[in-house]
């Protein structure tokens, strides 16, 4: 079994970089999966046309993860690789196409006919952002802050140098949350994507774990909690209650 990958509309083999052409194989590489039975035949006249061949082992998991990619569905590396594979041919000026043996398009690439969908925004709206101190500083009157909430990174924030002066002594410390005005837009996949905070104020969250937030409340004179037999089940019940309310 084969498969053809043709760049079309910008480059031929005598044309095509050396660069590009790996950053083209690792990219179908990754969209055809099955690695270890997928493998680079050669490279082929007119457009660049990019030939694979599949191991009989696995041509079957290999088409069923073609068509499930055509599809729109599939392993979330195989749907990655072919946006990254579109997204080449784009910047390429070029368009594309995956076709079978038989020379019928499997999955076609828009490549530079891509129609991209509309950005919404920018639009401001007052809220709040939680995270660690990572950075603090700079020379002008907007003093630039970061915030790390996990994995990521809130950058594009930024205070004046007062509260810049109020919030350095928390440098990597506990987690904060900041309050102030935020303008976001929403890209072309539906993703809103902050452009800037303006930070008004912050406050000190607690970090302390939830037994011990619990032990606290059962201390509290007055308090029902000392009578509940499964605290932390309550307060969980008692926040997904909340969040399915709005």
Same mark, same amino acid.
């Given at each position: 079994?084969?498969?053809?990958?043709?760049?079309?509309? =910008?480059?031929?083999?005598?044309?095509?970089?050396?660069?590009?052409?790996?950053?083209?194989?690792?990219?179908?590489?990754?969209?055809?999966?099955?690695?270890?039975?997928?493998?680079?035949?050669?490279?082929?006249?007119?457009?660049?046309?990019?030939?694979?061949?599949?191991?009989?082992?696995?041509?079957?998991?290999? /088409?069923?993860?073609?068509?499930?990619?055509?599809? +729109?569905?599939?392993? =979330?590396?195989?749907?990655?690789?072919?946006?990254?594979?579109?997204?080449?041919?784009?910047? !390429?000026?070029?368009?594309?196409?995956? =076709?079978?043996? =038989?020379? +019928?398009?499997?999955?076609?690439?828009?490549?530079?006919?891509?129609?991209?969908?509309?950005?919404?925004?920018?639009?401001?709206? !007052? +809220?709040?952002?939680?995270?660690?101190?990572? /950075?603090?500083?700079?020379?002008?009157?907007?003093?630039?802050?970061?915030?790390?909430?996990?994995?990521?990174?809130?950058?594009?924030?930024?205070?004046?140098?007062?509260?810049?002066?109020?919030?350095?002594?928390?440098?990597?410390?506990?987690?904060?949350?900041?309050?102030?005005?935020?303008?976001?837009?929403?890209?072309?996949?539906?993703?809103?994507?902050?452009?800037?905070?303006?930070?008004?104020?912050?406050?000190?969250?607690?970090?302390?774990?939830?037994?011990?937030?619990?032990?606290?409340?059962?201390?509290?004179?007055?308090?029902?909690?000392?009578?509940?037999?499964?605290?932390?089940?309550?307060?969980?019940? !008692?926040?997904?209650?909340?969040?399915?309310?709005?």
């Amino acid at each position: 079994m084969e498969y053809r990958f043709i760049i079309a509309n =910008s480059f031929t083999p005598e044309t095509l970089p050396m660069e590009r052409l790996g950053e083209y194989v690792a990219a179908l590489a990754k969209l055809l999966g099955e690695q270890g039975n997928v493998h680079f035949r050669n490279i082929e006249a007119g457009s660049a046309v990019l030939v694979a061949t599949i191991d009989p082992p696995a041509q079957t998991k290999v /088409r069923e993860r073609v068509l499930a990619v055509r599809d +729109g569905g599939g392993p =979330s590396d195989a749907r990655k690789a072919f946006a990254d594979l579109d997204e080449m041919l784009r910047k !390429d000026n070029a368009t594309g196409a995956l =076709s079978d043996g =038989s020379g +019928g398009v499997v999955i076609p690439f828009p490549g530079r006919d891509r129609q991209e969908p509309p950005v919404y925004g920018p639009f401001r709206e !007052d +809220g709040t952002i939680d995270g660690q101190l990572i /950075r603090v500083g700079g020379k002008d009157e907007t003093v630039p802050v970061h915030l790390r909430d996990g994995a990521i990174i809130h950058t594009g924030l930024v205070c004046t140098p007062e509260i810049a002066r109020r919030i350095a002594p928390y440098l990597y410390g506990p987690t904060l949350r900041v309050h102030g005005t935020g303008t976001w837009v929403r890209t072309g996949a539906g993703v809103w994507e902050l452009q800037r905070f303006r930070i008004s104020d912050f406050e000190v969250l607690d970090d302390a774990p939830l037994l011990t937030v619990v032990g606290d409340l059962r201390k509290v004179k007055g308090s029902d909690w000392s009578t509940v037999p499964d605290p932390v089940r309550a307060l969980l019940a !008692d926040r997904h209650g909340d969040e399915g309310a709005h």
